[in-house]
Nanobody, 122 residues
């Protein structure tokens, strides 16, 4: 069973920083693209940032220059460093990844974490 487990959410004042982590667990063997999405109350889920296995990154315009995505391929973990946080960054942040398992190392499925809440107070 392959799972993604997020951590690092919480309450922070505007202008502050948080670092989110998402680790693959269970029988995860390898990963291709990994990323973060978020969903604010009453809004659709939106892309925040993605990173390929080779390290190429993509960011939503709203977070460029403030957020940094990175990954540890050996640990199948992805990080999101969030600086200069704004109240509009308040959302549940979801980790997403293309993962293969030890049982099927050449087949990559798409997986989601359960989400971690980030609240930015003004």
């Amino acid at each position: 069973q392959v799972q993604l487990v997020e951590s690092g959410g919480g309450l922070v004042q505007a202008g502050g920083s948080l670092r989110l982590s998402c680790a693959a667990s269970g029988s995860a063997f390898s990963s291709n693209a990994m990323g973060w999405y978020r969903q604010a109350p009453g809004k659709q889920r939106e892309l925040v940032a993605t990173i390929t296995q080779g390290g190429s990154t993509k960011y939503a315009d709203s977070v460029k220059g403030r957020f940094t995505i990175s990954r540890d391929n050996a640990k199948i973990t992805v990080f999101l460093q969030m600086n200069s946080l704004k109240p509009e960054d308040t959302a549940v942040y979801y980790c997403n990844a293309e993962l293969s398992s030890y049982e099927s190392p050449l087949y990559f499925g798409n997986y989601w974490g359960k989400g971690t809440l980030v609240t930015v107070s003004s």
